[in-house]
């Protein structure tokens, strides 16, 4: 998982500066991944950098706050349209994913969990169909290893399944973040409910 | 291969609705499907989602309210009752969840049975079931009764009366139901090996472990396909593509 694309997930919901974003990380996964402030602006300055946001003037306390950009909108969207390979995947990347994108505007959660479920059915297909190839005596190891693969695959399509029939009954309470507008908050909640 | 080299199983648009007005269910809303020769196709969804009115469509055993099911070509809706009865007992396998095994004939008698009703001389018939049971792993148990057998073995025989004869088109709705995962295994296993020697076959499933053993996976969702695996690759590109 980027971190790149957690902080653009986040300025979606509105501007904000590097505190606020390191706490609304933390708070948007769970805190299962502690983030320090030097990786917050480092990965700020290289958005920048690349034109996905750009920096505001300067608060009174001296924050700077930052806003997404349309290449850093188009960034973001892309990567919530693309399913995450299982082969170079870091763990906890796909459950980060899908809670940033029930809180992200105009991100359509269930076409992010069936996409999802539609490249991880594919690959439990591969590994089915190399599994079938593999039927000799001596191919057991590779076999086990193989369904090891496949149980990891069922489990996520399990856990996919499981968020979709969450997301039905899902009512999120209205919530006010560090910058947002009272438009956003309606419109995140429309798109969720989606 | 068909007569004409084309789809084992077509549905077009089809939709079916049960009741009218305000009480009507659509159990499914414009779904089209095509399932080649040697070709599996596995259905997955959530309960209610129109897999098993899939499956019943696709065998005949339902008639779709819109759109069209063909079966070798042959359009169900334009067939007679007589015409379609044997269309189902000759071209059309089904393994269910619940077996629908007869406790009073043997397991070779209860092979047989279709193949008897469609005809085929009590020897022939007998011929034909002793090698769909051989074929399922079942040699020398064909003088059984199903309460003389294992749930496993059971199974076996309800997918032995499924192959028997020339089936062309293998419908399973759910057909690994309670047994452990070796012997739901096996199933699959025959299953993929009858699909692979020309059969077409569709497998509705909510375990994605066992969609796995097809060629393609679509997703129904409230009666409509909402996704499909694209078809795999053939073994040797993915065994290069996994780096062994």
New interface residues.
């Given amino acids: 998982m980027s971190i790149r694309h957690g902080l653009l997930a986040l300025l979606e919901r509105g501007q904000m500066y590097g505190y606020q974003l390191r706490a609304a990380f933390e708070e948007s996964t769970g805190s299962t991944w502690p983030l320090n402030i030097g990786q917050v602006y480092t990965t700020l300055n290289r958005l920048e950098r690349d034109g996905l946001v750009r920096p505001l003037p300067e608060h009174e306390g001296g924050q700077r706050p930052y806003e997404i950009t349309d290449a850093g909108r188009a960034d973001l969207a892309l990567w919530f349209a693309t399913p995450i390979s299982r082969a170079d995947r870091p763990r906890d990347e796909l459950s980060i994913k899908l809670a940033l994108a029930m809180t992200t505007p105009g991100v359509d959660v269930r076409t992010v969990v ?1 996409a999802q ?2 490249a ?3 690959t ?7 599994k ?2 593999s039927d000799k005596p001596e191919d057991l190891p590779w076999r086990l290893v193989l369904d090891a693969m ?2 990891q ?2 489990a996520e ?2 856990w996919l ?1 499981h968020c979709e ?1 969450s997301l039905v009954r899902y009512r999120p309470a209205p919530r006010a973040g560090p910058t947002r507008h009272a438009g956003d908050v309606e419109h995140a909640d429309e798109e969720v409910h989606r | 291969m068909t007569a004409t080299g084309g789809p084992v199983l077509d549905l077009r648009n089809v939709h079916r609705t049960h009741g009218s007005g305000g009480a009507a269910v659509h159990a499914l809303r414009g779904v089209s499907l095509t399932v080649a020769p040697g070709e599996l196709v596995a259905v997955m969804g959530p309960s209610g989602s129109g897999k098993s009115t899939l499956l019943t469509l696709a065998g005949g055993l339902d008639s779709p309210t819109a759109g069209e099911v063909l079966v070798e070509g042959a359009s169900l809706g334009v067939l007679d009752r007589q015409e379609l009865a044997r269309l189902r007992r000759r071209r059309i396998g089904y393994v269910f969840q619940d077996l629908n095994l007869l406790g009073s004939l043997t397991a070779a008698e209860n092979v047989a049975l279709p193949l008897e009703l469609d005809g085929v001389g009590v020897r022939a018939a007998r011929r034909a079931a002793l090698a769909a049971l051989a074929e399922v792993g079942l040699t020398g148990l064909g003088g059984r009764f199903p309460d003389q057998m294992s749930g496993g073995q059971q199974q076996r025989v309800a997918i032995a009366r499924a192959l028997v004869g020339e089936r062309r088109l293998v419908l399973a709705d759910e057909p690994t139901g309670a047994l452990d995962s070796q012997t739901g295994e096996a199933v699959l296993h025959l299953l993929r090996r009858r699909v692979d020697a020309g059969a077409a076959g569709v497998l509705v499933t909510h375990e994605a472990r066992h969609a796995g053993w097809a060629d393609r996976v679509v997703f129904l969702r409230d009666g409509v396909m909402v996704d499909a695996t694209a078809p795999l690759a053939g073994v040797e590109q993915l065994l290069s593509g996994s780096g062994r």
């Avoid at chain 1, 439990?124 to 190399?130: F, I, S, V």
């Fill in positions: 069936q479920r539609s991880t059915m594919r439990l297909q591969e590994l089915t169909r190399l079938y190839a496949v149980f695959a069922e399509i399990r399944d029939t």
